[in-house]
């Protein structure tokens, strides 16, 4: 078994399963806890530890990483009554993986380090793939001395590890701000690919020849490959509500700073009034779908 500390891991979702995995293939002993008792389940039979309230696993462990949905679930699980900050009895080291704001992770930090614990904002972006094989890009603001200390259990889930700043907040700008570009690339494709179907050019044809132009990128092979081509929209997703909830806060960070973002504003309104009617779950490049929706629908009223 591998030196090092003990780690718990709250959060066994899409993207925090197979980051836990990862941690436990490297040799680290984990506890970890989720809602979802069959997830949990499914951890233990890989030889995680489970079973688990906040407090119990807390007295295990010196390190917590936390992979959660929403901003509301992770303060809740950090700053709640019987959550992480209050429930803590000894000195740990604190590294939220998922995407909230800004504030909230300047939020957190301020009340662990009045209970003598250390905080990392520490987003990760890659998707589930990514997830799966320990490739993510992980982005992490909050003290350098606490980041150099946990390097080696950030290189067990991902391959581009960056400290961004002091600031824990810091880190979740960055990955929203890749996000933010990501949703925008997301939607080019959605609508490249769609006038090219209107206009009865071979799809396989349009990627060819995008993909080694200057509408290039990697969410154009992400979701041609993976997703359009196949007819296929739940595999590895990461889906359009999350693209949604990104798109959002990085608005939110920019209109606290005065900012414009007219492009990001825009597809917000777009998939706010389309997301809901039937392709919330599915993989965000389900984008494509959606226009097809509407044409169908504009073919039946004719």
């Known amino acids: 078994m591998a030196n090092g500390k003990k780690i718990g891991f709250i959060g ?11 941690l436990l293939g490297h040799g680290y002993t984990i506890f970890a806890l989720d809602i979802n008792k069959e997830s949990e389940k499914r951890f233990a039979e890989l030889g995680g530890h489970v079973g688990m309230t906040t407090t119990s696993l807390l007295e295990e462990v010196d390190l917590v990483f936390t992979s959660l949905p929403t901003p509301a679930i992770a303060e809740s699980v950090y700053l709640g009554e019987d959550g992480i900050v209050h429930k803590s009895t000894k ?24 209970l003598g614990l250390e905080y990392l904002g520490a987003p990760v972006s890659g998707s589930v793939s990514g997830a799966e094989n320990a490739t993510l890009s992980i982005m992490v603001g909050g003290e350098k001395d606490t980041f150099e200390s946990i390097m080696p259990y950030l290189e067990a889930i991902g391959s581009n590890v960056f400290h ?11 990955k929203l701000i ?16 769609s006038l090219a179907r209107l206009a009865g050019v071979d799809q396989d044809i349009v990627y060819d020849i995008i ?6 990128s990697t969410i154009l092979t992400r979701n041609y490959k993976t997703y ?9 997703a990461f889906t359009t ?17 005065d900012g414009e973002l007219p492009i990001a504003s825009q597809l917000i309104e777009y998939y706010e009034a389309e997301v809901e009617k039937g392709h919330a779950h599915d ?20």
Do not use: C, W
């Open 12 to 22: 066994l979702g899409n993207m925090g399963f197979p980051m836990a995995k990862n």
């Open 91 to 114: 000195p740990l080291v604190l590294v939220d993986l998922s995407t909230i704001s800004p504030e909230l992770n300047r939020k957190i930090e301020q009340e662990a380090l009045k």
């Open 164 to 174: 961004v700043g002091n600031d824990p907040g810091v880190g979740t700008i960055v």
């Open 178 to 193: 890749n996000n933010m570009m990501a949703g925008i690339h997301n939607q080019a494709v959605a609508e490249a690919l």
């Open 211 to 216: 993909n080694v132009s200057s509408g290039a």
């Open 228 to 236: 359009i081509s196949q007819d296929e929209y739940t595999k590895g």
């Open 241 to 257: 509500s999350l693209l949604l909830k990104d798109l959002k806060l990085a608005k939110h960070v920019s209109d606290s700073l």
């Open 283 to 302: 993989d965000m490049s389900s984008s494509y779908l959606m226009i097809q929706d509407k044409l169908n629908k504009q073919k039946q009223n004719v």
